[in-house]
């Protein structure tokens, strides 16, 4: 049977397949549209498992909170090019898949993967877009952060992303911003020094023992100087004891007591494509 040019645009916008993918699938399922969009799902499965095996590290980084402030996620959809990942296509469709994790307040990533996007699983219609891009598609990381006030940060380009979460309601949103933008900016390994875990601080005080015993330092003194140099590693790598980076002079801790007494972060995620 004659395939109509509607057909095919009606097929296209329907899948986001190409047009002349839209018009072999139609003519194989001889015109019945909902064949055809079978047709070209099986397609995007082909793909996906054909490309199963190539490295997705391209792609973006995106978070977002919901309208009342108090819940915000964050995801990373890669693929393979940064060509694909600058298409407004593909930033639009790892945008619905963050809506709709912010929409369901997904527990994880699998439960992401399984919520219901447009009547279909996100995970099917990721695999349905390896077939459209020609790439493989990751749904590689989901995080989410809850508190009395979240703020989210997208760097330009799409390529990293925070949240952080504070505990007072209504916090003025530069002051968040800035915190999230030093997040983004100084890539602290935790929240503060409570949050470091045991192992990575026996680690850094293992590091500064045996720095100061090559440096000659008494032994007795080690465990002393090993400690200042903990200490130093809490201040340089813990969001609330960072420096300030728009002003040296205070840390973020008490940047945020003079932005509102009491007020501190609770909370932070940062992902980056780049490490």
Known sequence: MAITAADVSKLRKSTGAGMMDCKKALTEAEGDFDKAVEIIRKKGQAIANKRADREATEGVVLA?????????????????????????SYVDFATSIL???????????????????????????????????????????????????????????????TL??????????EAAKNVAMQA?????????????????????????????????????????IAMGRLNKFFK??????QAFVKDNKVSIKQYLESVSKGLTAVNFKRFTLNG
Do not use: W
């Open 184 to 224: 983004a900016a100084m890539a602290p390994v935790a929240l503060n020094a409570d949050s470091v875990s045991a192992e990575v601080k026996e680690k850094e005080l293992e590091i500064g023992k045996e720095m100061a015993r090559n440096e000659g330092k008494p032994e007795a003194m080690l465990e002393k």
């Open 64 to 88: 977002k909170v919901t309208e009342d402030g108090k819940h915000g996620a964050l995801i990373v959809l890669n693929c393979e090019t940064d060509f694909v990942a600058k298409n407004e």
């Open 99 to 161: 809506d709709v994790a912010l929409a369901n307040k997904c527990a994880d990533l699998d439960a992401l993967k399984a919520a219901d996007l447009n009547g279909r699983p996100v995970i099917e219609l990721i695999t349905e877009q390896t077939g459209v891009v020609g790439e493989k598609l990751d749904l590689a990381a989901y995080e989410t952060v809850s508190a009395e006030s979240v703020i989210a940060y997208i760097h330009a380009g799409n390529k990293l992303a």
């Open 236 to 241: 340089e790598n813990t969001l609330m004891e």
């Open 164 to 173: 952080v979460g504070f505990n007072q309601e209504g916090v003025d949103q």
